[in-house]
């Protein structure tokens, strides 16, 4: 199975961050829709990613000031992407080998999705209880 399937479910819909936007307009958007990233755009194009984790470690180090410096200075670039035929396999080890919990979905360098670890984790569980009843309904016509 390929992230196209959990797209297909979940959809395409993704908010983004302008990379002129200030990272206290930023951390606005991550709490108003309750999300724990988001790509930064310029021009269309992904140029990083902004994560709950990027906004804490800058918190920690610089302090409040840092509110006012442009999401550019403080995401996590370039974005490690996926395309929508990555396997949902290796989009999990890839998640588990750069300790990431969300991929952008690019194709032709255009963003068309994000999938996070949960959505990842989520459709592994499903697929795995659908089989798991597929053997006992197979069990019990036998």
């Known amino acids: 199975m ?47 990613i902004l994560s709950e984790r990027d906004v804490l470690y800058c918190l920690q180090s610089h302090g409040v000031d840092v509110l006012g410096k442009p999401v550019t200075e403080v995401m996590t670039a370039p974005a490690v992407t996926v395309t929508r035929d990555q396997s949902i396999l290796g989009a ?16 032709d360098g255009r963003l068309t999705g994000i999938v996070s670890i949960g959505d990842l984790v989520k459709y592994r569980i499903d697929r795995i209880e659908a089989e798991a009843e597929a053997m006992r309904d197979y069990i019990r016509s036998a």
Request: avoid cysteine; charge should be positive.
């Open 92 to 107: 999990l080890a890839l998640m588990t080998r750069r300790r990431l919990r969300h991929l952008p979905v690019v194709e």
């Open 2 to 48: 390929t992230i196209a399937a959990i797209l297909g479910v979940k959809g395409a819909d993704v908010d983004t961050i302008d990379a002129d936007a200030d990272l206290a307009s930023a951390v606005a958007l991550l709490a108003g829709k309750r999300i724990g990233a988001a790509p930064v755009l310029r021009a269309g194009e992904i140029v990083g």
